[in-house]
């Protein structure tokens, strides 16, 4: 379960309307459907820490390194590089969570990605090198 997700959920399992919860934590009701909507991530640690302690969990319950991944994928490449960051973390963990996939096959699309990974990345420094 993603930021938005876990803060959707904590917010109904306390009665919250989304105007009291943005009210509670000093972020406007448009700032709080945002983060539940997985449109963007608290930039503020003050802000995490609020939400925390308003609903007694951790700052690492709130914001998971999948979380974390795809903040920093939106502060460096917007909004699209987030969601594409997003859609495979996601599509990663349904593959791998179970599903038809033998194990094997598994291993054969994670040596893909990585494959897919070094040639991108060594396709771009030769880009930058021009």
């Not at 904590?10 to 448009?30: F, M, N, P």
């Not at 945002?34 to 802000?47: D, L, M, V």
């Not at 820490?49 to 795809?70: N, P, T």
């Not at 996939?101 to 990974?117: A, F, G, H, I, P």
Request: with cysteine; net charge neutral; hydrophobic share 35%.
């Amino acid at each position: 379960m993603l930021f938005g997700e876990k803060l959707k959920a904590l917010r109904l399992e306390r009665g919250y309307t989304q105007e009291q919860l943005a009210q509670k934590v000093d972020v406007t009701k448009r700032t709080l459907i945002n983060y539940e909507q997985g449109r963007c991530y608290p930039k503020q640690t003050e802000i995490l820490a609020r939400l925390a302690q308003e609903f007694d969990v951790s700052v690492d319950y709130l914001m998971s390194d999948e979380d974390r991944y795809i903040q920093d994928a939106h502060e460096k490449g917007g909004l699209r590089a987030a969601q594409d960051v997003q859609a495979l973390l996601t599509n990663a963990r349904a593959m791998f969570a179970g599903g038809e996939l033998s194990e094997e096959d598994k291993d054969k699309v994670m040596r893909k990605l990585n494959e897919l990974y070094w040639d991108a990345k060594e396709s771009n420094r030769r880009r930058a090198q021009q």
